[in-house]
């Protein structure tokens, strides 16, 4: 752990801030995805709200940068680069034992699921194999976007990763679980995507966006748990076959 | 019912036909971005500022924004002052025509309808005190693709038989001076923009046909993107690492055909940009028609700042 640390404090001394718009700047602190990276980007994001205060609008961090997007009637451009300049520096990182770790129960079944033979062909193992593998790891949470509550999560095993579908699913259920390259995720609700779908989860991720309070935070790990259709029930999971297939 | 509850039931406004798309609108979701939940509110925020002050509302308070009309319809209940601003939409108060850009007194029974785009794209329709809508995560604002905001709480569009009803009665009548109101754009219109970092990504040659030819607005556009079709834009990055996207952020996926990213953008996203719209630019395109012929222009974070704030200076 000592290592990561120290490999992440030598990447860290390049920090640059770049404009991204007339009142929005781009703090950039890594070129590559790592989940080291997150004790650094959730630090950068603690210490930039209370460096804007009432000024920040909104701040948006992702596996590698955070955009701040701050009020121009309260703050100039060139204030803003110094109060971001200021505030980064002498930046360390969060403990990312911190995040919490989140237990998934998914109903992985081809009729909610319908790329898991796909997938485990691929992967020159069986559906069940997969399903272990699936769950065999603590995916960490990387950034929230696409939708309310989405988190990009990874890194998924390299004999899994499956390219997104040529043809992107106009409609894929809310809870569907999928994998895009080494990256996993959870639809929050009903939404057009291109992820292959291995199974489905009842867990209401928009609702918790909705009120402000995502269920999953830049950082957290999730862990996927394989449940039967009659648990997935019981819960009152939503067993309706996926409409479309690719 | 109490006599009062009963007065207050009659008050209100019917939705009798719909066009192809009237929202609930207000300024936005603002502190939400790193929930992934979108911003949303009124595209032209200058004209939708216009309509609340002409009622002399809080300059946020939610409004309907009507694209294209489209004999979009409304039977009021009781006497009401709407405002309205923004695109000239061929609105007419029982057959006759309405003048944009102004208040109006509504009869009971009198009907209103948006017939289609003479000039502009979005018309923005004030209320006295703003609409009843409910709140979440701080905004009105009406996303469809998030199913957030709206009468219905789906963010889902009017539809025929929703009925509209507004907090108070119009605290000012007021008349916008001759000149000062919104402004539709017309073809070669300018559009500044703030270059970002990644602009040095792009080719020498795709750099000089950005800013020196006009790029038309394609009919592939709405309240996420606007995509402008012109010459192929190239450069060593396809694309990038997800981050985070302002308003305006001119991206360009590998056809090399600019998207303008607008309120209801994805929060994060991974094509290299050019860089972003102004604020005020963004409202200009948000009006832009199909076919319109619209020029980037370069400006300064600086000077784009300079010139919002001085926007603002109008209704203070």
Redesign the interface.
């Known amino acids: 752990m000592k290592a990561l640390i120290g490999r992440n404090a030598e990447r860290n001394t390049n920090v640059?801030v770049?404009?991204?718009?007339?009142?929005?700047l781009?703090v950039r602190l890594f070129n590559?995805?790592d989940e080291t990276n997150m004790a650094w980007v959730i630090a950068a994001?603690q210490t930039l709200r209370k460096a804007f205060g009432a000024a920040?609008?909104?701040?948006?961090?992702?596996?590698?940068?955070?955009?701040v997007?701050y009020d121009?009637?309260q703050v100039?451009?060139?204030n803003a680069l110094q109060l971001i300049h200021k505030a980064l520096s002498g930046l360390t990182p969060v403990d990312t034992q911190a995040g919490e770790l989140h237990d998934i129960p998914v109903w992985y079944d081809e009729s909610v699921g319908p790329e898991l033979p796909m997938v485990a062909k691929r992967a020159g193992i069986s559906v069940d194999e997969l399903i272990k593998q699936h769950c065999n790891h603590d995916y960490c949470v990387f950034?929230?976007?696409?939708?309310?509550?989405?988190g990009?999560m990874g890194l998924v095993d390299e004999a899994l990763a499956t390219p997104r579908l040529k043809t992107p699913r106009r409609k894929v259920a809310a809870g569907s679980v999928g994998i895009a390259d080494r990256q996993t995720a959870i639809y929050p609700?009903?939404?057009p995507g291109g992820w292959n779908i291995l199974g489905r989860t009842n867990v209401p991720l928009?609702e918790y966006?909705?009120r402000?309070d995502?269920l999953f935070r830049p950082g957290d790990k999730v862990r996927f748990r394989a449940i039967s259709r009659a648990e997935f029930e019981a819960d009152g999971g939503d067993t309706t076959p996926m409409e479309e297939r690719p | 019912m109490s006599h009062a509850a009963m007065n207050e039931a009659r008050k209100g406004m019917l939705v009798k036909q719909v066009g192809p798309l009237a929202l609930i609108q207000d300024a936005g979701r603002?502190?939400?971005?790193?929930?992934?939940?979108t911003?949303g509110g009124a595209a032209d925020w200058i004209s939708f500022r216009w309509a609340n002050w002409l009622l002399g509302n809080s300059l946020n308070s939610a409004a309907l924004e009507i694209v294209m009309g489209g004999g979009l319809s409304f039977e009021t209940e009781s006497e009401v002052r709407l405002a309205l601003t923004g695109a000239d939409l061929d609105a007419q108060l029982d057959g006759k025509p309405l003048a944009p850009n102004s208040s109006f007194k509504l009869l009971p029974g009198q009907r209103l309808v948006f017939r289609q785009p003479r000039q502009g794209l979005r018309a923005y329709l004030a209320f006295p005190g703003g609409l009843n809508a409910p709140e979440?995560?701080g905004s009105r604002a009406c996303t469809a693709?998030?199913?957030?905001g709206g009468l219905h709480e789906d963010g889902k569009p009017l539809k025929v038989g929703d009925r509209l009803t507004w907090k108070g009665t119009a605290p000012a009548v007021r008349r916008i001076v001759e000149g000062q109101g919104p402004r539709m754009p017309a073809s070669g219109c300018h559009l500044p923009i703030?270059?970002?970092?990644q602009i040095a990504s792009f080719s020498g040659h795709s750099l000089f046909q950005a800013f020196n030819q006009p790029w038309t607005v394609d009919n592939r556009a709405d309240r996420m993107g606007v995509r402008l079709t012109g010459p192929g834009l190239h450069g060593s990055l396809t694309g990038i690492?997800?981050?985070?996207?302002?308003?305006?952020?001119v991206q360009i996926p590998p056809d090399g055909q600019p998207i303008v990213l607008m309120n209801d953008r994805?929060?994060?996203?991974g094509y290299p940009r050019l860089?972003?719209l102004?604020?005020i630019a963004c409202a200009t395109l948000s009006q832009c028609l199909p076919g319109t012929e619209v020029w980037l222009t370069p400006v300064s974070?600086?000077q784009?700042?300079d010139d919002?704030?001085d926007q603002?200076k109008v209704w203070s």
């Open positions: 640059r770049e404009t991204a718009a007339m009142d929005a781009m590559t995805i994001d920040l609008i909104d701040l948006v961090p992702s596996y590698t940068t955070l955009l997007h121009c009637q100039t451009h060139t950034a929230l976007g696409f939708a309310p509550g989405y990009f609700l009903l939404s928009f966006a909705k402000g995502p | 603002f502190g939400v971005g790193h929930l992934g939940v911003q979440v995560l693709r998030e199913q957030i703030v270059l970002g970092s690492i997800s981050e985070g996207i302002p308003l305006g952020a994805q929060t994060i996203g860089g972003a102004t604020a974070a600086s784009a700042q919002y704030r603002l």
